[in-house]
């Protein structure tokens, strides 16, 4: 069993719709979540970081995390063409010199105009 | 504006070959990262550092190996290509937060 499962999708949506990514997890120990936001023939790039249970707004979006659940989830309200790329969830241990991450596969999503 | 600077976004190589990648941060990051990209395999890290000279192995070492003489350099070494290293390789630094990735580099090796 893979420590983070991500749907790969792909999900295709209308412009103008709520988006809902999710990633769940095995292991209780992950303190730190992120979601990256990665475009076609880039490199990822950070979209939102939160640390343990919560929700955390950033313009039209929404980090979620359940811990109780193993369950992290990321909401693009109002989405445009633009949020067209694939969504990776992140997580890591509280500390560690490392500070290494270990990701989902990714979710791609496409929304259409 | 923070950079992670991948060299090459385009490589194509031979079996067999010697291929090196090279990472530069100016972020005085000192933990540096190299995954590989694939589809279905999302992100997998193959070294990583997290001071000059020093260096762990990630979950797919085999086949490759990597330098840091330098906190900004961090360099990752492909010893004999084969056609299952092509890939997209991306290098990553960090702090505390999460990662600064570069745009990549993708690799064919043919």
């Known amino acids: 069993q893979k420590e983070v499962e991500q749907d790969p999708g792909p999900l295709s949506v209308p412009e103008g719709a709520i988006v809902s990514l999710n990633c769940t997890y095995s292991?209780?120990?992950?303190?730190?979540f992120m979601w990256y936001r990665q475009y076609s023939r880039k490199g990822p790039e950070l979209l939102m970081y939160?640390?343990?249970?919560g929700n955390k707004e950033d313009g039209r979006f929404t980090a979620q995390v359940d811990k109780s659940s193993k369950y992290i989830s990321l909401f693009i309200r109002d989405s445009q063409p633009s949020d067209s790329a694939t969504y990776l969830c992140?997580?890591?241990?509280?500390?560690?010199?490392?500070?290494?991450?270990?990701f989902g596969t990714g979710t791609l999503l496409a929304v259409q105009p | 504006d923070v950079k992670v600077t991948q060299s090459s976004r385009y490589l194509v190589k031979r079996t067999g070959e010697k291929v090196f990648l090279e990472c530069v941060q100016d972020?005085?990051?000192?933990?540096m990262f190299w995954y590989r990209q694939d589809p279905g395999l999302g992100l997998r890290l193959i070294y990583f550092?997290?001071?000059?000279?020093?260096?762990e192995k990630g979950d797919i070492p085999e086949g490759y190996s990597v330098s840091r003489e330098k906190k900004e350099r961090f360099s990752l070494i492909l010893e004999s290509a084969s056609t299952n290293q092509t890939s997209m390789y991306l290098c990553?630094?960090?702090?505390?937060?999460?990662?600064?990735f570069g745009s990549g580099t993708r690799l064919t090796v043919v």
């Open positions: 990553a630094s960090s702090v505390q937060r999460g990662y600064t």
């Open positions: 292991n209780s120990a992950f303190q730190y």
């Open positions: 939160t640390y343990s249970s």
């Open positions: 992140a997580m890591r241990l509280y500390g560690g010199a490392t500070n290494k991450l270990i």
């Open positions: 972020m005085d990051h000192e933990n």
């Open positions: 550092s997290y001071d000059v000279k020093m260096k």
